[in-house]
């Protein structure tokens, strides 16, 4: 540890000094959590001695403090976010540091070694100094770089090396050549890390295209991450990883203008998983039918994506035919394959225990999955058939029609009596009435025992950044081209319990996906006005069409009118057109359930990639590809 400067005071710079073993509390640790818990103790046990340095406490309290705070990295002026937050207490954010506090962290960020810790107090107390003093944001940089990135999968390893880029980019010339050495160093860590194991090497080039660095190297540091693609398809182990280096450089051929680049990207997108779905069939006949029939429904949605201008050189109407075959035989043999499970009746508390305990003490990204394995979503098929029940139980409840009125009064819809001796047809209305009621009933056990307490505990337990879920949404693909930043977004504010956002951004975002994909399919989505004037129909109209129920199957195409489109439903889509919903209905189990559901969609194909590659993996698969 250096010598503090002189003409620090007690009271803002004596923190270190005074401690007893400063190199061993300051030591380099890979979690945040773990400085901040030492640094809170050691001011605990500065404050309870006798006579107690009571400037010493207040400035270890300072630095745990600024050590408890999250790096979010994609705010220019907010960088840091609480790591907690109940009810209306949080954890210490930058703006609850006066000046005399920043001057503390400047001087000690000068005086100590420890990379990190110099880059955070350099950070905090450039952002929030006044004047600001260029030195910190220059101290913060070269700490944030100091040390070569570290990390693998789908997380950012490069977390910090991307705030260091946005202070570069803010400091403009008054950054000398760092934005220049920073980019070198990514472009040497894509160079090597490209074909090894973990995500480093990827995390390193999608960096570099997020924020638009290496524009003379683009279409180089394309064929180098198409290339590792390539091998780690060939190798046939590891089908995601290679899915991902496919979509990155398929994202940077478009930006350089190469359309058939970026079409053989998809193309080989869609290819590797066909060939998941073969190896999952190969190492169980049977049991591999029920993830093979998804694979082979995310080859049909990915190749729908490529341009129609693109399609014949590559023969993709030959293949779609081929696939939709391949899907109908795979689904009616995972039908066979599906186990019958029952159980009794379980009270909401195993529920919600059970819920917490599932995402507890993961890994983020498994923590997502899990939630949205929490619950396999609706069964059209299913509830249509205790409708029925219903009406044949209960034949009183059936017979009466219904009025249904919204909470300012409205009459929203009406429904007519049904009766046991016409046919299921002439009773749709009613079938229809009571299977929302029953869906109702379902969405909202579904939010307070299973989702709301698993997403309890993975806000409280990790720093959920947009930039990872618009990157899972970028390797759905069920997401149409350039919406994945609006889904992750959208998904990412209720991480923030901001379900109104969530909402207001999701619904727009699901009729886009709907009408896209059913154009995809050639699909007519518009119509004409007596003027001539071809407008856009909405989503009401367009899950009516067969060819929505064709292409997303009849459980998706229920719970999309349910959702989004029906009265005697959430209705958001329709809420949110015309602006009418308020609070009460974005935080609502329907509008909760609606986010879960679009989460589960989206990211449907990502977990189930992820999981076949972990059982093939798996010693008792060793050799059986």
Not at 78 to 103: H, N, T, Y
Not at 145 to 161: M, R, Y
Not at 474 to 480: A, K, R
Not at 578 to 596: E, K, R, T
């Given at each position: 540890?250096?010598?503090?400067?002189?003409?620090?005071t007690?009271?803002?710079?004596?923190?270190?000094?005074?401690?007893?073993?400063?190199?061993?509390?300051?030591?380099?640790?890979?979690e945040?959590?773990?400085?901040?818990?030492?640094?809170?103790?050691?001011?605990?046990?500065a404050?309870?001695?006798?006579?107690?340095?009571?400037?010493?406490?207040?400035?270890?309290?300072?630095?745990?403090?600024?050590?408890?705070?999250?790096?979010?990295?994609e705010?220019?002026?907010a960088?840091?976010?609480?790591?907690?937050?109940?009810?209306s207490?949080?954890?210490?954010?930058?703006?609850?540091?006066?000046?005399?506090?920043?001057?503390?962290f400047?001087?000690?960020?000068e005086?100590?070694?420890?990379?990190?810790?110099?880059?955070?107090?350099?950070?905090?107390?450039?952002?929030?100094?006044?004047?600001?003093?260029?030195?910190?944001?220059?101290?913060?940089?070269?700490?944030?770089?100091?040390?070569?990135?570290?990390?693998?999968?789908w997380?950012?390893?490069?977390?910090?090396?991307?705030?260091?880029?946005?202070?570069?980019?803010?400091?403009r010339?008054?950054?000398?050549?760092?934005?220049d050495?920073?980019?070198?160093?990514?472009?040497?860590?894509v160079?090597?890390?490209?074909?090894?194991?973990?995500?480093?090497g990827?995390?390193?080039?999608?960096?570099?295209?997020?924020?638009h660095?290496?524009?003379?190297r683009?279409?180089?540091?394309?064929?180098?991450?198409?290339?590792?693609?390539?091998?780690?398809?060939?190798?046939?182990?590891?089908?995601?990883?290679?899915r991902?280096?496919?979509?990155?450089?398929?994202?940077?051929f478009?930006?350089l203008?190469?359309?058939?680049?970026?079409?053989?990207?998809?193309?080989?997108?869609?290819?590797?998983?066909?060939?998941?779905?073969?190896?999952?069939?190969?190492?169980?006949?049977?049991?591999?039918?029920?993830?093979a029939?998804?694979?082979?429904?995310?080859?049909?949605?990915?190749?729908?994506?490529i341009?129609?201008?693109?399609?014949?050189?590559r023969?993709?109407?030959?293949q779609?035919?081929?696939?939709?075959h391949?899907?109908?035989?795979?689904?009616?043999?995972?039908?066979?394959?599906?186990?019958?499970?029952?159980?009794?009746?379980?009270?909401?508390?195993?529920?919600?225990?059970?819920?917490?305990e599932?995402?507890?003490?993961?890994?983020?990204l498994?923590?997502?999955?899990?939630?949205?394995?929490l619950?396999?979503?609706?069964?059209?098929?299913?509830?249509?058939?205790?409708?029925?029940k219903?009406?044949?139980?209960f034949?009183?409840?059936?017979?009466?029609?219904?009025?249904?009125?919204?909470?300012?009064?409205?009459t929203?819809?009406?429904?007519?009596g049904?009766?046991?001796?016409?046919?299921?047809?002439?009773?749709?209305?009613?079938?229809?009435?009571?299977?929302?009621?029953?869906?109702?009933?379902?969405?909202?056990?579904?939010?307070?025992?299973?989702?709301?307490?698993?997403?309890?505990?993975?806000?409280r337990?990790?720093t959920?950044?947009?930039?990872?879920?618009?990157?899972?949404?970028?390797?759905?693909?069920?997401?149409p081209?350039?919406?994945?930043?609006?889904?992750?977004?959208?998904?990412?504010?209720?991480?923030?319990?901001?379900?109104?956002?969530?909402?207001?951004?999701?619904?727009?975002?699901?009729?886009?996906?709907?009408r896209?994909?059913?154009?995809?399919?050639n699909?007519?989505?518009t119509?004409?006005?007596?003027?001539?004037?071809?407008?856009?129909?909405?989503?009401?109209?367009?899950?009516?069409?067969?060819?929505?129920n064709?292409?997303?199957?009849?459980?998706?195409?229920f719970?999309?009118?349910?959702?989004?489109?029906?009265?005697?439903?959430?209705?958001?889509?329709?809420?949110?057109a015309?602006?009418?919903?308020?609070?009460?209905h974005?935080?609502?189990?329907?509008?909760i359930?609606?986010?879960w559901?679009?989460?589960r969609?989206?990211?449907?194909?990502?977990?189930?990639?992820?999981?076949?590659?972990?059982?093939s993996?798996?010693?008792?698969?060793?050799?059986?590809?």
């Amino acid at each position: 540890m250096h010598k503090l400067p002189e003409g620090i005071t007690t009271t803002a710079g004596i923190a270190l000094a005074a401690l007893k073993n400063p190199a061993d509390l300051l030591k380099e640790s890979a979690e945040w959590v773990d400085l901040y818990q030492r640094l809170s103790s050691a001011a605990r046990e500065a404050a309870e001695i006798p006579e107690p340095d009571w400037p010493t406490v207040k400035a270890l309290w300072l630095l745990s403090d600024a050590c408890s705070m999250a790096l979010h990295g994609e705010s220019n002026n907010a960088p840091f976010v609480a790591r907690w937050a109940i009810d209306s207490a949080r954890s210490a954010m930058p703006e609850d540091f006066g000046q005399d506090d920043l001057a503390l962290f400047s001087a000690v960020a000068e005086a100590i070694d420890h990379r990190g810790l110099c880059a955070r107090l350099s950070d905090i107390a450039w952002l929030g100094s006044k004047p600001r003093k260029i030195a910190d944001a220059l101290r913060a940089i070269d700490a944030y770089t100091a040390n070569p990135p570290q990390g693998e999968d789908w997380t950012n390893p490069l977390l910090e090396w991307g705030r260091a880029i946005t202070l570069c980019v803010q400091l403009r010339k008054g950054a000398g050549d760092r934005l220049d050495k920073i980019e070198a160093a990514l472009e040497s860590i894509v160079a090597e890390a490209i074909g090894s194991e973990g995500g480093l090497g990827l995390a390193a080039a999608r960096l570099l295209f997020d924020r638009h660095l290496s524009r003379d190297r683009g279409a180089k540091l394309a064929e180098l991450i198409a290339a590792s693609g390539r091998a780690r398809h060939e190798a046939g182990n590891n089908f995601w990883r290679a899915r991902a280096h496919f979509d990155l450089a398929g994202a940077w051929f478009e930006r350089l203008g190469d359309q058939e680049r970026a079409a053989d990207m998809t193309h080989s997108i869609a290819v590797n998983f066909e060939a998941e779905a073969d190896h999952r069939i190969a190492l169980d006949a049977m049991q591999g039918h029920l993830v093979a029939a998804s694979f082979i429904e995310d080859a049909i949605q990915t190749l729908r994506k490529i341009p129609k201008a693109q399609r014949p050189s590559r023969g993709i109407e030959a293949q779609l035919q081929r696939l939709l075959h391949r899907v109908t035989e795979s689904g009616e043999k995972a039908v066979k394959a599906l186990p019958t499970i029952e159980s009794g009746r379980t009270d909401i508390t195993e529920f919600v225990r059970g819920s917490e305990e599932a995402v507890t003490g993961k890994p983020l990204l498994e923590a997502l999955l899990v939630l949205t394995q929490l619950h396999s979503g609706a069964s059209a098929a299913s509830m249509r058939e205790n409708a029925k029940k219903s009406m044949r139980e209960f034949p009183l409840t059936t017979m009466f029609g219904s009025t249904h009125m919204s909470l300012d009064g409205r009459t929203i819809a009406k429904t007519q009596g049904g009766s046991l001796n016409v046919s299921e047809d002439e009773n749709g209305e009613k079938v229809w009435e009571i299977m929302m009621r029953y869906y109702g009933i379902d969405i909202e056990l579904i939010c307070k025992a299973q989702i709301l307490p698993a997403l309890s505990v993975i806000v409280r337990e990790h720093t959920v950044r947009k930039a990872d879920l618009t990157q899972l949404m970028s390797l759905s693909p069920i997401v149409p081209p350039d919406r994945a930043e609006q889904f992750g977004k959208g998904l990412w504010e209720a991480f923030e319990y901001d379900f109104a956002t969530a909402t207001y951004l999701l619904a727009p975002q699901v009729e886009h996906l709907v009408r896209w994909h059913l154009k995809q399919g050639n699909v007519k989505t518009t119509n004409l006005d007596k003027e001539g004037i071809e407008n856009e129909v909405g989503l009401s109209t367009l899950v009516e069409l067969p060819e929505v129920n064709t292409i997303f199957g009849e459980d998706l195409t229920f719970e999309l009118k349910a959702l989004f489109c029906n009265a005697l439903g959430p209705n958001l889509r329709n809420g949110v057109a015309h602006g009418l919903l308020d609070a009460n209905h974005c935080h609502s189990p329907g509008a909760i359930y609606a986010w879960w559901w679009v989460l589960r969609l989206t990211i449907r194909s990502f977990w189930q990639a992820r999981r076949a590659t972990a059982q093939s993996q798996s010693p008792s698969h060793a050799g059986a590809s």
